[in-house]
């Protein structure tokens, strides 16, 4: 076990995961979030300093976990010079937990090797709740003898997990595994739209896809979201807008044409257009059922589930 873990980037999902670790038993010693009142909050709940700067996470910690946004933020806390998490940090370990493009993954590994650092992406299928409990699912990648350093505090924070391959491969496989989900969760969305048009009762249509060939995981996760319109987030519609553009990137270099994959993207990037982004990913059914649209989407406050 490591002695002192970092985690920057501690929203829904790194604060959870933060929380998990300092129930298991781990020293959670440096939080870092842009926003820092957030941040302070976080590492007052698990005993921690909330850093003001990158570098003092790098300081403080000898296993950092990020969880952030997207490629652009990636690169910012692994900026090759300045005070970013790199600086000083010869012998660590970073976990990189975010969905983000794959050769950006590569370049940071390649940026920490220089500075005597090791990374894993530790890339999750899954959302809070699992977070919270430590049952994450988790697809890695990177160096093998860095996977098997971690691999303890991964069991910790997951119920599944599978080491892919290099740097770059558990993210491929996990934006495959986005892609196929924002596929699903949208063809739901115009399964149930129609079903409400036409007349249906649609808690029955809802149990006749669960014991037939249109039954889903996405059924189980966002039907019912769909039919009461309680788009509470848990995975968000930006994100599923991002993830299928990672997918659709990945695609062009082997010509292999996509198109349920670019209807899809289309469909989350007009809730994008619509404001509708910070919605959960179910939300694409305010595009589709009678009656909706982007000006009548709403929100109610759901319970916490599993996902």
């Known amino acids: 076990m ?19 670790l300092k129930d298991c038993g781990y020293e959670v010693s440096a939080i870092y979030d842009i926003n820092h009142e957030i941040a302070q909050k976080v590492a007052d709940s698990v005993g921690a ?19 952030v946004t997207d490629d652009r933020a990636m690169n910012q806390i692994f900026r090759s010079s300045g005070r970013s998490l790199l600086k000083g940090a010869k ?41 919270r409990e430590g049952t994450l699912y988790l697809m890695c990648g990177g160096r093998k003898n860095t996977y098997k350093k971690v691999e303890p505090l991964l069991k910790d924070l997951s119920s599944s997990m599978r080491y892919i391959g290099a740097a770059g491969k558990a993210s491929e496989v996990k934006a495959l595994v986005n892609m196929v989900m924002n596929i699903n969760t949208a063809g739901l969305a115009e399964g149930l739209g129609l079903g409400a048009a036409l007349g249906h009762d649609l808690t029955m249509l809802r149990e ?3 014991q037939t060939g249109a039954n889903s995981r996405v059924l189980e996760t ?15 519609a930006g994100h599923a807008a991002k993830d ?12 292999i044409a996509l198109p349920l994959a670019q209807a899809t993207y289309a469909q989350y990037q007009a809730m ?13 059914a305010e595009l589709t059922f009678p009656g909706r649209g982007p000006k009548k989407a709403k929100t109610k406050k759901a319970p916490q589930k599993k996902r």
Request: aromatic share 4%; proline share 2%; hydrophobic share 45%.
């Open 2 to 20: 490591a002695k002192k873990i970092g985690v920057v980037g501690v929203g829904r999902m790194g604060a959870n995961m933060a929380l998990r």
């Open 49 to 67: 300093v909330a850093c003001g700067h990158l570098d003092e996470v790098t300081a403080r910690a000898e296993w950092i976990l990020t969880i």
């Open 244 to 255: 299928s553009g990672i997918a659709l990137s990945m695609a062009k270099p082997t010509k």
């Open 91 to 131: 012998g660590k370990v970073f976990i990189n937990c975010a969905t983000i493009s794959p050769a950006t993954h590569i370049k940071v590994e390649e940026r920490a090797t220089k500075v005597g650092a090791s990374t894993l992406e530790a890339c999750m299928a899954s959302s809070i709740t699992q977070a």
């Open 272 to 284: 994008e257009q619509a404001g509708l982004a910070d919605l959960d990913k179910s939300g694409i």
């Open 222 to 236: 966002d039907g019912e979201d769909m039919q009461l319109r309680d788009h509470a987030c848990y995975f968000s």
């Open 208 to 210: 006749v896809f669960s």
